[in-house]
C-alpha cells in the first residue's frame, strides 16, 4: 500500500487501445512489456484471484532464464493455496558481503468491473498511460525486479553482493495470509540481507508532465486497528436513559478526533521537513524551523499540520473508520462498536498506543488491539551506501531532480523485514502524476514513459548497490 491528491478523469470521446509490444522498440522492453502485461492481466485479488499462478508464470520465466530449482523457489502454506510467493537468488561472488533483498507485492486491490471505465485485468494503453489494477501498486515493481533478475541471469553478469528476490502475496489485505511476514517467521534465512529494496519510494511529475522531485523512502508507520465497544442492558425506546451504548461509543470517539499525539522527529523526517522548508513560503516554512527547533510549539504544529501530510507525518495518527450500533429501530441499543485505525509512529508500540486509546475511551468502552498484531516500525538509518548510489544514479538517468528522503504514512510489508533486522527502503525511480494515478482506487493507471525510465533507473541501481 503506497500512501502518496487531486483526481482527473478520461473524456468519453478517448478510445481504448488494447497495448501491443512493438510499442517499445528495445528487444529488452519487448521482453519486459510481456512479463509485465501477463502480470497485470493475472487477477491476484484476495477475492477471486491467485498470487500462486502469478508466482508460478514468473518462476517459469526464470528457468526460462538459467536459474536452478534451488534458486528459484515458490512458495505457499496449505490453509492458503492461492496466496503463495517466490524467492530466487542469484549468487555473489564475493561471501563477505551480505546478500541484497527485492521486495514485492503480487497482491492487488479490489477492482470491480462495473465500476471501472476499462476491464481492470487488461491491459489497455490510452493517451500515454498504460491503465489496469496493479499497474502500479505493486505490479510494476514486482516485473522490474523480476525482469531485472532476469537480465542479469541471461547476461551471465555475476554480481560481487548475492541479489535476492522475494515476491509475496496478502500485503493489500489486513486479514490476509502475508507472505513476507511467513518468510521473515518461518523462513528468515532464505530472505537474510543486509539491506532490502522495496515499494515506497518513487517520484513525483508536475501538471505538464515534467520530473518534479524524487522519494527514497526511508521508514514507515507501522498499521494498526483497534476495536471500541461499549454495551448496555438496552430496553424500550419509549423510556430512554443516560446509559445508552451509542452515546458512550460516540464519547470515546469524539475524545479520539480531538487528540492530537505528540509529535516526533527521526532523521528521515527531519530532512524532509528541512528540504521542504527550503522550498515553502512563509509562514510555512517558518513554522517548520519553529516545530523542529521546539515540537512542542502549538502555534507552528497549527500552520504545518494545515497540511494533511505532513501533520501525519509528524505523530502517531488513529482515525474511526467503521462502525456498528444498536439491533432494532424501537430499542435502546445494547451494543456498539467502532474501528479505529491508527497509524504509529516509528518506536511507539501497538500496546503504547491502545494505553493512550485506552484513557481516552474512558471505563464505560473497552478499547481492544485487532489481530493481526503489527510489529514496532524501525526506522532505518539515512545510510550514505544508500542514500549515496541512489543519488548518483538518479543524477545519471533524472539530473537536476533532487532526491528527498521521505517517511512513509502508509504501511508496507517492509515491517516484518525491519522485525528482522533487515533495514527495508523505498526505492525511487519511477514517476507518477500527483493524484498517485489511482492507487487503490478507479482506472489506476501509469505513464508509458514512467514505467520504462524508472525500469532502466531500478536495473543500474541494483548493479550499483550488488557491485
Partial sequence: MIARLAAWMATAAMVA????????????????????????????????????????????RLTDAGYPARDNIPFSVPDHPKEGGLVAILPGSDPMLKPMLLLAHLDVVEAKREDWQRDPFALVEENGYYYARGTVDDKAMAA????????????????????????????????????????????????????????????RLTDDGRRETLAIQVGEKAAQNYTFAATNPGGHSSQPTPANAIYEIADALEAVRAYEFPIHFTDTTRAFFTATAAASPKPMADAIHALMANPNDKAADAVVSSDKGMHSTLRTTCVATLLNAGHAENALPQRATANVNCRIFPGESVDQTLATLKRLAGPKVTVTANAPIRPTAIPPTLDPKIVGPARAVAAKHFPGVPLVPVMSTGATDGIFLEAIGIPVYGAPGIFLDKDLDGIHGLNERIPVKSLYEGRDYLFDLVKAYAG
Avoid at 17 to 44: C, H, I, M, W
Avoid at 45 to 55: I, R
Avoid at 149 to 160: D, Q, S
Wanted: aromatic fraction near 8%.
Fill in 17 to 60: 487501445v488494447p497495448v501491443a509490444a512493438s510499442a517499445q522498440s528495445r528487444p529488452d522492453q519487448q521482453a519486459f512489456f510481456g512479463l509485465y502485461k501477463q502480470l497485470v492481466e493475472t487477477n491476484t485479488t484476495l477475492s477471486a484471484g491467485s498470487c500462486t499462478q502469478a508466482a508460478a508464470q514468473i518462476a517459469g
Fill in 144 to 203: 522490474v525486479w523480476a525482469d531485472t533478475m532476469i537480465r542479469l541471469k541471461e547476461a551471465h553478469y555475476v554480481p560481487k553482493r548475492t541479489i535476492k528476490l522475494a515476491l509475496t502475496c496478502g500485503e493489500e489485505t489486513t486479514f490476509a495470509f502475508d507472505g513476507a511476514e511467513w518468510l521473515a517467521k518461518n523462513k528468515p534465512d532464505l530472505v537474510a540481507a543486509e539491506f532490502a529494496l522495496n515499494e515506497g519510494g518513487g517520484g
